[in-house]
């Protein structure tokens, strides 16, 4: 009788992986544990967002963050010049949710029938994309590279934090890598011998940690390459590298979420939750700007809302709220809320190509950004 060998598990790949070629490193480590097809947390499907799942998101809490960006496109678009060829680019799309809530929010405007490319390597998650926007003008591609040249927004939420990353160690006034290798069947961490060159990170006491994202470099370079002129809008969650590199952060950011539950041990079930790990907004900033984008504006999801949200909320001023307002505005006081997504998330802008100098409404009132580039500068608004 003929049995059928079984597939090695996902821990057991990365075991074989290291005892073939030696220590990985954390950034392959996540590539595996989250990106996996059979049994990565997002590749394999298992990432669950939500009441019921793993974590809370803006789109959790309902339609009126997609509505709200949905105004700021069309700005964007007004800003552009009104170009009769305007894409919108979505990468980090999950379930389709956010794209669907933007497309419902555009369908009375002049941009009811934009034309809509997700960035989606993830089978999976295309099949989840479909379903949620079926019938509309949606095209799929898996990597930036394959972007079509376009003027147009690129856009994400919690796209960044999703990126992999390493984690560093401060030694002897020198970072080096913490490496994923395997004691006696056991992953663990050990301390690459030697130092990483040009970290751009400055010193810190010995056994200080850090994270360090080198894929979104490429990223951005590639976005350049096929975005004529148009924005890149991101929120994620994250500070300024100087924020990051504070005292009380020498543990440094990373962290594991399930059930809506944390934990700090990454490398315990590989595949079986989200590893995360604050956006360094200082790198995004200079990773953007050498690939020719221009930093228009930075501040927190709270003030970014609060802008986008001025016409609306100016509209409703003087007339009785309907229960579908009111539910709206207990969704976005929730967004809002500084204990809740308010302080926790943060917006930034990029630009690139010819276009009016105002910005969108929803950077109205972000401070000086300039902060991001001086070391010991501070967020003023």
Not at 334 to 349: D, K, N, S, V
């Amino acid at each position: 009788m003929c049995m059928s060998a079984r597939l090695p598990s996902l821990s057991e790949r990365i075991r074989l992986e290291i005892g073939a070629e030696g220590p990985m490193r954390f950034s392959r480590f996540l590539e595996l544990a989250l990106y996996d097809p059979l049994e990565g947390y997002y590749g394999s499907g298992r990432a669950a967002v939500g009441k019921d799942g793993d974590f809370f998101t803006n789109v959790s809490v309902g339609p009126v963050f997609g509505a709200l960006l949905a105004g700021q496109f069309l700005e964007m678009w007004e800003i552009l010049g009104r170009p009769p060829e305007f894409h919108l680019v979505e990468q980090g799309a999950n379930d389709g949710v956010l794209a669907r809530d933007v497309l419902n929010a555009l369908a009375e405007t002049p941009l009811a029938d934009v034309p809509l490319i997700l960035i989606e390597p993830v089978s999976l998650l295309q099949e989840k994309q479909a379903l949620a926007l079926a019938g509309r003008n949606v095209t799929w591609v898996k990597t930036p590279d394959a972007l079509p040249e376009c003027t147009g927004v690129h856009f994400s939420n919690e796209l960044f934090d999703a990126l992999p990353f390493d984690i560093l160690e401060a030694r002897a006034g020198a970072w080096h890598e913490l490496l994923v290798g395997s004691v006696q069947g056991k992953l663990s961490f050990q301390l690459a011998e030697q130092p990483i060159e040009n970290s751009d990170l400055p010193a810190r006491p010995d056994g200080f940690r850090t994270e360090l994202r080198r894929h979104q470099a490429h990223l951005f370079e590639s976005l350049a390459s096929k975005i004529r002129s148009g924005f890149v809008i991101a929120i994620d969650y994250g500070m300024s590298r100087e924020e990051l590199l504070a005292p009380h952060r020498s543990a440094g950011s990373f962290a594991c979420y399930s059930r809506h539950s944390r934990d700090d041990d990454p490398l315990g079930n590989p595949g079986g939750k989200d590893i995360t790990a604050h956006v360094d907004f200082t790198l995004l900033a200079r990773d953007a700007a050498s690939s020719g984008f221009t930093l228009q504006a930075y501040t927190d999801q709270h003030r970014f809302l609060v802008g986008a949200s001025t016409a609306w909320l100016k509209a409703l001023d003087g007339a009785p709220p309907s229960a579908s307002t009111r539910k709206i505005l207990r969704s976005l006081r929730t967004l809002l809320h500084p204990e809740i997504l308010g302080t926790r998330f943060q917006a930034i802008l990029f630009s690139k190509g010819p276009m009016e100098s105002r910005k969108p409404s929803g950077f109205q009132h972000a401070g000086n950004c300039n902060f991001l580039w001086n070391p010991g500068g501070s967020m003023r608004f």
